[in-house]
């Protein structure tokens, strides 16, 4: 989900599961319990040819391309974001899963950095997780009473009404608006919300706590992430987490003014991306 797209469901809204750190640790294994590893490639006759790869089979071919044998596994680890290590004559390589979110050239640059551990596939993995740094910043933390009260927009009153409307008053969450990092260079993608399932926290980013947003586009990313939190994790019949599944898509387009808020975000999606902290929006 870290692409620059002009679709609404392809914009970047993100389930992570765990903590986060927002520096990129040596190559070394390292922390919490790792979880099971993901299955081998499948060979390309045995995918379904009307049936897009799913972002764990991308992120995994991507690297047992540069470094073919290697098993896959992903972690929620709070300190080390990438690490290799070798086991019985297997390398066993440990990945975020911050990284099923990256575009095609940052999953070759994890790749490549694994593999060879250069510079310039550093810097790619370095901006990547630079620009989630609204997430990254206090992660672990307890979030103050009012870190749902934004300069604009308060997020209490939107999750009272969504979660009365949509979800029957059956969703608990921790709400807060992301604070805003300083970047290097020319934003490419943009995360507008998380939720985190372990602290059960939806955390929505601060460009959109801007003046000229209104707040159906808000509303919009909150109902995608209460979703989140309302479906948890599933997996399909090959153990492979499903994050946006069919009744999920389903229920989300149910969301009143889904076409309108999608609309907004497609005719503003450059003005959001230029957008620094400590500045003016300008949508035009």
């Known amino acids: 989900m870290a692409r620059r797209e002009s679709r609404w469901s392809r914009l970047q809204m993100s389930l992570f599961e765990g ?57 929620d680890n709070k300190t080390v974001l990438l690490s290799q290590s070798e086991r019985d004559g297997v390398r066993l390589v440990r990945v975020h899963q911050m990284f099923l979110d990256a575009p095609t050239p940052v999953r070759v640059a994890v790749a490549s950095f694994l593999a060879k551990g250069d510079r310039p596939s550093g810097r790619v993995v370095d901006a990547f997780i630079e620009e989630r740094g609204h997430l990254l910043a206090g992660a672990g933390r307890a979030l103050k009473d009012d870190a749902h009260v934004g300069a604009v927009h308060d997020l209490l009153p939107m999750f009272h009404a ?36 372990r602290s059960r926290r939806i955390v929505i980013h601060p460009v959109l706590d801007q003046g000229p947003v209104p707040a159906l586009p808000v509303a919009r990313v909150l109902h995608h992430e209460m ?29 009143e003014g889904a076409h309108e808020a999608d609309a907004w975000f497609d005719l503003h999606l450059e003005a959001l991306l230029r957008w620094r902290p400590g500045s003016a929006l300008r949508l035009t």
């Open 19 to 75: 903590g986060f750190t927002s520096s990129l640790s040596p190559l070394q294994a390292q922390g919490s319990p790792v979880p099971a590893p993901v299955p081998a490639a499948m060979p390309p006759e045995a995918a379904s040819p009307d049936r897009a790869p799913s972002r764990t089979r991308l992120l995994v071919d991507a690297i047992t391309v540069r470094l073919p044998g290697a098993r896959v596994q992903l972690t």
């Open 162 to 197: 969504i979660n009365r409307r949509y979800f029957g008053d059956s969703v608990s969450a921790e709400l807060g608006w992301g604070r805003a990092k300083a970047l290097r260079g020319r934003r490419t993608s943009i995360t507008f919300g998380s939720w985190d399932q």
């Open 227 to 255: 979703l989140h939190a309302h479906h948890g994790e599933r997996r399909d019949r090959r153990g492979r987490r499903v994050v946006h599944g069919a009744a999920f898509k389903a229920e989300e387009a149910r969301f």
